[in-house]
């Protein structure tokens, strides 16, 4: 079965300053996606980033960028300029392919942003 | 236009009950989920239906039920409710055949007395 980890129960980052969220994941596929998603106070699931494995390039999308070392299991989330708006609990999810899309999610990060 | 929508937001009802929870998307997605969060935040997939298959996690008691009328709804239906089930669901759905990323729907926060 695959297990995805976030280790930091919590993170802290100044506005304007850049903060990596850690996740890491194990599983024995080849194929599969990966992604965070984030979820603010108002309880809604938002997707912020997705990985296709298959890809050695690292997705970035704005302000958010992953660092996806397929070797290691790892998939990290950079989050640049950070914003008040960036507070929320962000999860990391892993999906294999061709197993109808069923997400298992990490344990999820809360990150606060000081002003 | 909402993509996922769930109903009720909220829902308080007593030990013993049976209730249910309706979930629409408008995205023409071939398949739809629920997902249980727990009070510690915990994520965890409960069902997977695509109109051909239903893929239900072994770890879920047989008094939760999914029932789909139509392929854009997957109503959650609970038997029996017991103080361990508060938790907040999350209905889901994607298209699998294009691997499109899941979109959630607004959650349920079921409270259970």
């Known amino acids: 079965a695959q297990t995805v980890t976030q280790s930091q129960p919590e993170m802290s980052v100044q506005e304007a300053e850049t903060v990596t969220l850690s996740c890491t994941y194990d599983t024995s596929e080849s194929d599969y996606y990966l992604f965070w998603y984030k979820q603010p106070p108002s309880r809604q699931m938002i997707l912020v980033i997705r990985?296709?494995?298959?890809?050695?390039q690292n997705a970035t999308e704005n302000r958010f960028s992953v660092n996806f070392q397929k070797a290691a299991k790892s998939f990290s989330l950079k989050i640049s300029d950070s914003q008040l708006g960036d507070a929320a609990m962000y999860f990391c999810a892993y999906a294999q392919n061709n197993a109808g899309n069923m997400l298992t999610f990490g344990g999820g990060t809360r990150l606060m942003v000081k002003p | 236009d909402t993509a996922v929508s769930q109903t009720p937001k909220y829902l308080v009802t007593q030990m013993g009950n049976d209730k249910s929870i309706k979930c629409e998307q408008n995205?023409?997605?071939?398949?739809m989920y629920w997902y249980k969060q727990d009070s510690k935040k915990f994520l965890k997939i409960m069902f997977s239906?695509?109109?051909?298959?239903?893929?239900i996690n072994e770890t879920v008691p047989n008094r939760f039920s999914p029932k789909s009328p139509d392929k854009a709804h997957l109503n959650l239906h609970i038997n029996s409710l017991e103080l361990g089930d508060s938790a907040v669901y999350f209905c889901?759905?994607?298209?699998?055949?294009?691997?499109?990323?899941?979109?959630f729907g607004q959650g349920t926060r079921l409270t259970v007395v």
């Open positions: 995205l023409g997605h071939d398949t």
């Open positions: 889901a759905s994607s298209q699998v055949s294009r691997n499109t990323e899941a979109f």
């Open positions: 239906y695509n109109n051909k298959e239903l893929i």
């Open positions: 990985q296709e494995a298959y890809k050695q």
